[in-house]
Each structure stands twice: as structure tokens, then as C-alpha cells.
């Protein structure tokens, strides 16, 4: 079968526009395979460790986005690493068509990376967003399905760390604690002001720190501040 002329032209061809009797598909493939030029490392070898939940989808995304995009694959997530036509038109009578190598390194990029998605999640979550058909449509379809709990839980550890009280818990598991929440906040890109933070610290504890709050009346009040970032640091 003859490959035609090599100059060819881009073009996405309906082939309903063309009769069958018109068109002669070359599905050549040049030396050496296509998969070898495949970004996928070591690291995509296997599945995601931590699975995604109502608690960690925002946890989970930010960390295998990290890895995605460390492979240079995120503009098959976000949609922005579009789809090639699949045929291409061979020159110069334009009545043939050749398959598009650059089509099938998408295809084959894309669906290994969708793989890898589902690998990534538990077998319940996969249940529910089946039927998508690339990366893009998997990725939108866990987003809908998490987004509207992430953001609850980003607003539930906001609220923790604006009320919580040290109570019966040690000095150390209390700071701990709200610098674990501010943590989890500063991970997802949702970062919790520093001075709101410190002031969070200090009206948290009990009387027995009574006399560093005393000092938010005071004139010493970049002492406060300064008690306060001391102890969230430690």
C-alpha cells in the first residue's frame, strides 16, 4: 500500500463527507515504538498510595497533581493537551488519509494515565464515575463528585481552629493540633492568616496562661504576637 507523498496536511476529515471507495487509509507506522516515547516514569509504575475520601480528596488531588504534573501530564487533566485528529490528509490529490501518529501518542498518553487514576482510587469511588472516557472527564467527574465536600471540610477545620479550647489536653498536644489544622489548610493552597492564627493560640488557652493574655490589653502587644508564633512553632 502506498504511503503517498510525505508533506501532509494537518486536518480532522469526516469521513461521511468521503465516500469508502474514495479513500484509501494508510496505517503505517514509522520504525521504532511509539510507547517509547512515553513520559510516564517509575514513579507511575504503580498506584497512589493514600486513596481519596469524603476527608482527604483535597489532600489526595494536591499531592497527585504534584506527581502529574512532575511527568508533564497535567494538560491532559485540565483539557489544555487537546485530542490530535485522528486522520491526516496526504498530498497533493487530498483523497487519502493516514492515521496520525501524533493521535495515537495522545491515545496512548492519556489512557495510561487514566489507568493510573483509577488504580489510585478505591473500587466504590471507580463504581461512581465510571463511563468516562479520558483523563479529563475522569478528573471532572471525581471533582464533582468531592468538590462540594472538600470545601466543607476546609470550612469545618477553619471553624475547629477559630474555637477549639485547650481544655484537658496538654500545652503540647493543644499546639500541636492547631498547627496539624493550619497545616492541612497551607498544603491545599488555603492558607490561614498568621496574626488570626496567633491570636486563635492565645484565646484558646486556660487560665493558667492568663497572664499572656492579659497582654492583649496592653502596649506589649508585639510580645503577644511574638509568645504566640513561639509557641505555634514549637
Request: hydrophobic share 40%; charged share 15%; with cysteine.
Amino acid at each position: 500500500m502506498s504511503t503517498g507523498n510525505n508533506n501532509t496536511i494537518a486536518a480532522s476529515v469526516p469521513t461521511q463527507a468521503m465516500s469508502a471507495s474514495s479513500l484509501a487509509i494508510t496505517m503505517a507506522t514509522p520504525p521504532g515504538n511509539i510507547n517509547g516515547g512515553t513520559p510516564f516514569g517509575k514513579s507511575m509504575g504503580q498506584s497512589f498510595g493514600n486513596k481519596p475520601d469524603c476527608n482527604n480528596f483535597t489532600l489526595w488531588k494536591t499531592m497527585v497533581t504534584t506527581v502529574i504534573r512532575g511527568h508533564r501530564l497535567d494538560g491532559f487533566l485540565s483539557g489544555t493537551r487537546s485530542c490530535p485528529p485522528k486522520f491526516l490528509l496526504i498530498k497533493p490529490t487530498g483523497s487519502r488519509l493516514r492515521l496520525n501518529l501524533d493521535y495515537k501518542e495522545w491515545v496512548v498518553n492519556d489512557q495510561l494515565l487514566m489507568g493510573w487514576l483509577y488504580r489510585s482510587i478505591t473500587e466504590m469511588v471507580a463504581t461512581q464515575v465510571m463511563g468516562s472516557t479520558t483523563s479529563t472527564n475522569l478528573w471532572k467527574a471525581l471533582e464533582n463528585l468531592y468538590g462540594i465536600h472538600s470545601k466543607l471540610k476546609m470550612n469545618t477545620v477553619r471553624t475547629s481552629i477559630q474555637t477549639i479550647r485547650k481544655g484537658n489536653m496538654t500545652v503540647d498536644d493543644y499546639l500541636k493540633q492547631m498547627k496539624s489544622w493550619a497545616d492541612i489548610l497551607a498544603i491545599v493552597g488555603n492558607l490561614y492568616p498568621k496574626d488570626q492564627l496567633n491570636a486563635n493560640v492565645i484565646y484558646g488557652i486556660d487560665s493558667e496562661y492568663m497572664p499572656i493574655v492579659v497582654l492583649i490589653g496592653s502596649k506589649k502587644i508585639h510580645i503577644l504576637a511574638r509568645v504566640a508564633r513561639y509557641l505555634v512553632e514549637l
